[in-house]
Nanobody, 114 residues
C-alpha cells in the first residue's frame, strides 16, 4: 500500500490550494479515505473523509464550507480543495486509509502566511 501526497505550498490568507493523494496497492474505489493534518501545537487533527459508495463526505467544523474532498477512482487520486485559507490551516496534511493496518502518506506542507 502506498499513499503519496502533493500540492502543498506557501499561500497568503484567503488563497486556495488543491492537495492530491495518489493511492496504490489497495481497492481505492469503495474505500473510506481521509485527510488529517498535524501541527506541533495541536497534534493530529481530522480534516475530512469520503466514502464514495454512499456519496458521503464529512468535514471538521473548522474547515466546513471552505474545503471540499473528492475522489477520482479512475486515477486512484484523492483530492482536497482548500479555499479561503487561514493561518490556522497551516499544517502538514496527510492522507490516510484504514485497511488491515493504518496507512499514511508522507505528508505535504501547507503554510498560510502573508
Amino acid at each position: 500500500v502506498q499513499l503519496v501526497e502533493s500540492g502543498g505550498a506557501v499561500v497568503p490568507p484567503g488563497g486556495s490550494l488543491r492537495l492530491s493523494c495518489v493511492g496504490s496497492g489497495f481497492a481505492f474505489s469503495g474505500s473510506v479515505l481521509t485527510w488529517v493534518r498535524q501541527t506541533p501545537l495541536k497534534g493530529l487533527e481530522w480534516v475530512s473523509s469520503i466514502y464514495d459508495e454512499s456519496g458521503n463526505t464529512w468535514y471538521n467544523n473548522a474547515v466546513k464550507g471552505r474545503f471540499t474532498i473528492s475522489k477520482d477512482n479512475a486515477n486512484s487520486t484523492l483530492y482536497l480543495q482548500m479555499n479561503n485559507l487561514k493561518p490556522e490551516d497551516t499544517a502538514v496534511y496527510y492522507c490516510y486509509w484504514r485497511g488491515l493496518y493504518d496507512y499514511w502518506g508522507q505528508g505535504t506542507q501547507v503554510t498560510v502566511s502573508s
